[in-house]
């Protein structure tokens, strides 16, 4: 049984206020065998695929165009997307974006694709 006196509510506005890199997911908590993370786009990112995972984006602040081979969708704020496993994207944001993630401890940002904006060890704030 797990100590309930470390259980404490997260203010999404105040971790996202800590950090202003891109690209860069911080890890605000843990769930089962995943990582809640957040994270701010801005750009384009790269084409990648998660052999094993599957990940969801929900938009906390602005406005997310995820590109996929067949299809583009916008993503709004309060709005969410999964991307399964093996599906091939392209996360794009015009403007500052501001994502929650929700994937498996085991995923790489950059998934297949190893590149200077890949991130293999996450900062927790």
Do not use: C
Not at 23 to 32: A, V
């Amino acid at each position: 049984m797990r100590d309930i006196t470390t259980i404490e509510k997260v203010s999404l506005a105040e971790k996202l206020s800590s950090f202003q890199d891109y690209w860069s997911p911080k890890i605000i908590g843990e769930l089962n065998d995943s990582f809640v993370k957040l994270v701010k786009l801005k750009g384009e990112f790269v084409w990648h695929h998660h052999e094993t995972e599957d990940e969801l984006f929900l938009v906390v602040k602005g406005s997310l165009l995820m590109k996929l081979k067949d299809r583009d969708i916008r993503v709004e704020e309060g709005e969410f997307i999964i991307i399964p496993r093996g599906v091939e994207h392209l996360p794009v944001a015009e403007e500052e974006v501001q994502v929650l993630l929700l994937e498996p401890k085991s995923t790489l940002n950059t998934g297949n694709v190893v590149n200077e904006r890949t991130v293999a060890e996450l900062d927790s704030i």
